[in-house]
């Protein structure tokens, strides 16, 4: 099976810009989730989506947001940039079941979001 | 409330030796605790999770953990490091309120010297 992609890899953009990122699943899972890792923050967790509804959500500012498709692939979205909003974003896809809080998520390789 | 300390920021072992990589970890209820490594400009790959059962967790590439409920604690080993084992080692707990949002501590850099 193909592995979580994340398109695309590397993005530069420039205060008050907005930016979409977008993450394919891995095949049958249906829970994508997304992560910031910043060098100072460490690894945060955004939000989780299932069955195209936001399941769980973390602590972030409404400029963040995401959605998912019927296929289970995923975008997040981040409107009016900051600097601090540089970082490596990492999605990470499971098998969603039901009420299961013990599954293994699977990573994406990053898109490595730069923001001058 | 939940989180994970990683008390080491950096450990150094010879390549051969056994290596353990540290973490302790707060959450009300059940623990579910996850370890993942990261490679440069890579994502996270998962190594072992802990959900119930043997306190021992075999995972992938020779690594094991420990959980200890007494001293909170999900420490990951390897009896002969490689060189290759040389990452960015990530401990994380999930939320017992919710599904798949990880905690993970601040990391430990594992370097293995040849």
């Known amino acids: 099976k193909a592995g979580v992609t994340q398109t695309p890899r590397y993005l530069i953009k420039t205060r008050g810009q907005q930016v979409t990122l977008s993450c394919s699943p891995i095949s049958g899972h249906r829970s994508v989730s997304w992560y910031q890792q910043t060098p100072g923050q460490g690894l945060q967790f955004l939000f989780e989506y299932f069955s195209e509804t936001q399941r769980n959500k973390g602590n972030f500012p409404g400029r963040f947001s995401g959605r998912q498709f019927s296929n289970s692939r995923s975008e997040m979205n981040v409107s009016t940039l900051e600097l601090g909003d540089s970082a490596l974003y990492l999605c990470?896809?499971?098998?969603?079941?039901?009420?299961?809080?013990?599954?293994?998520?699977?990573f994406g390789p990053g898109t490595r979001l730069l923001v001058l | 409330a939940q989180s994970v300390a990683q008390p080491e920021d950096q450990v150094n072992v010879a390549e051969g030796n056994p290596l353990t990589v540290k973490c302790t970890y707060s959450v009300s209820g059940n623990p579910y605790l996850f370890w993942y490594v990261q490679y440069p400009n890579r994502g996270l790959q998962f190594l072992l999770k802990?959900?119930?059962?043997?306190?021992l967790v075999k995972g992938s590439y020779g690594f094991e953990a420990e959980f200890n409920k007494s001293q909170t604690s999900f420490h990951l080993k390897k009896p002969s490091a490689l060189v290759s084992d040389s990452a960015l080692y990530f401990c994380?707990?999930?939320?017992?309120?919710?599904?798949?949002?990880?905690?993970f501590g601040t990391g430990t850099r594992l370097t293995v010297i040849p």
């Open positions: 994380a707990v999930s939320s017992q309120t919710g599904a798949n949002n990880l905690f």
């Open positions: 802990y959900i119930t059962g043997d306190n």
């Open positions: 990470a896809s499971s098998q969603g079941l039901a009420g299961d809080q013990q599954e293994t998520q699977y």
